[in-house]
């Protein structure tokens, strides 16, 4: 019994941190399960920065999911700006969401002939979350990430009007069809 004490200690001690890590986690993700509204958690997140406060009233948000690894997103860019100069005077706002630190996205920025004109916001990695879990496909069970980086998707009156998960030009012109149908509506 004294030989299996080490092991049993270690053990508990390893199931204990793995649970630990768990819980924290899921309570890090539950954070949102408590609001009323789809884009309520975003309007929250822009609330609490200064410069986006007012831009928390807008009728229809265009998120950008993306990540500095993913070639695709770069690629993305210039495309979603397009649409940023079209339709951004429609009531239409468009953000980039990303969950890596500000420090890493702003370097890897400064080595890009692309830049965002629209708002990015970083080190956000509960409410991406928590927007990849809207994805209304029901092969991603819920707490599942999707696997496809860049995702775009469209919230308009609490409701999802767009979800795509991939980067393609046909999907640029599906989420550009999406923006130009509900801006007048």
């Known amino acids: 019994m004294i ?3 080490p092991l049993i200690l270690s053990f508990s ?8 890590n768990v819980i924290s986690r899921w309570q890090q993700t539950a954070v949102y399960r408590n609001y009323d509204s789809i884009d309520e958690p975003i309007r929250k997140v822009l609330k609490q920065d200064d410069f986006l406060a007012d831009e928390s009233n807008n009728r229809i948000f265009v998120i950008n999911l993306w990540a500095t690894w ?10 979603l700006n397009k649409l940023v100069d079209k339709y951004e005077e429609d009531g239409v706002l468009f953000l980039a969401i990303n ?3 500000e420090k890493d996205v702003i370097e890897w920025l400064d080595l890009q002939k692309n830049d965002f004109i629209y708002f990015h916001l970083h080190n956000h990695r ?5 927007l990849f879990q809207l994805n209304p496909d029901q092969q991603y069970k ?5 696997q496809h980086l860049p995702t775009n998707l469209i919230i308009k009156n609490n409701e999802i009007i767009f979800y795509q998960a991939g980067y393609s ?5 599906l989420l550009e069809e ?3 149908n509900n801006i007048n509506q």
């Open 3 to 5: 030989k299996k004490a």
């Open 13 to 20: 001690f390893i199931l204990l941190l793995v649970s630990s």
């Open 70 to 79: 993913c070639q695709l997103c770069a690629k993305e860019i210039p495309h």
């Open 99 to 101: 969950s890596e630190k």
């Open 126 to 130: 509960d409410l991406a979350d928590y």
């Open 142 to 146: 819920a707490g599942q990430k999707p």
């Open 169 to 173: 030009e046909d999907n640029i012109k």
């Open 178 to 180: 999406a923006i130009a």
